[in-house]
């Protein structure tokens, strides 16, 4: 578990050190930012819906790589006004981004996160309830000519549970929509 951070932080702060070190880091640093919701469903599971953060630079490997920062929730989603367990995901992502220049733009990304689930009752102190998140998924991205772009992907989770080692509610196979809008690009 302490190898997966170390890693983690390893490479984002690897990649924050090579923005960091490009000649020009003045204000053309920022190529593009988009704000937007998420809703994700994990295989026979829960909904999920809450925010989403995409920040592309062209110092960045020519706009190929984005990075992005999403938290989603079922208080937003499967656990309002039911019984649902209410469970929280935190996660920065990196991802690679085919045709870049193109509407239609098939990606990739790893994301590392924190997993939170609330039982909400003090009997269940015993079950594991967080985890560190590490996952791949691919999809496809799709620019509209208004600055709206929808993605579309479906994941999995390298690190799940099953209620004795790990929140038995992390299931591993997951499929995400977004709805992004961009607030700021240069060109």
Known sequence: MIKKHVFAFIFITSM????????????????????GIRTQKAQKLYWENGFAVDFTSPKISNKHIRLGFSYVTTRLGSAMGTNAIKQDNFLVNMG???RHQKK????????????YADYESDIFDEIPNTAFLFAIDAGISYKFDAPFTVHLSAGYNLNTGNGSSGPGTL????????IFYTILKKK
């Open 16 to 35: 924050i050190s090579f923005q960091a070190q490009t000649p020009d880091a003045k204000t053309d640093w920022i190529g593009e930012l988009k704000l």
């Open 96 to 98: 690679y981004y085919f």
């Open 104 to 115: 239609l733009q098939p990606f990739t990304r790893l994301n590392t996160g924190f997993f």
């Open 171 to 178: 299931y591993p196979v997951f499929y995400q929509m977004s």
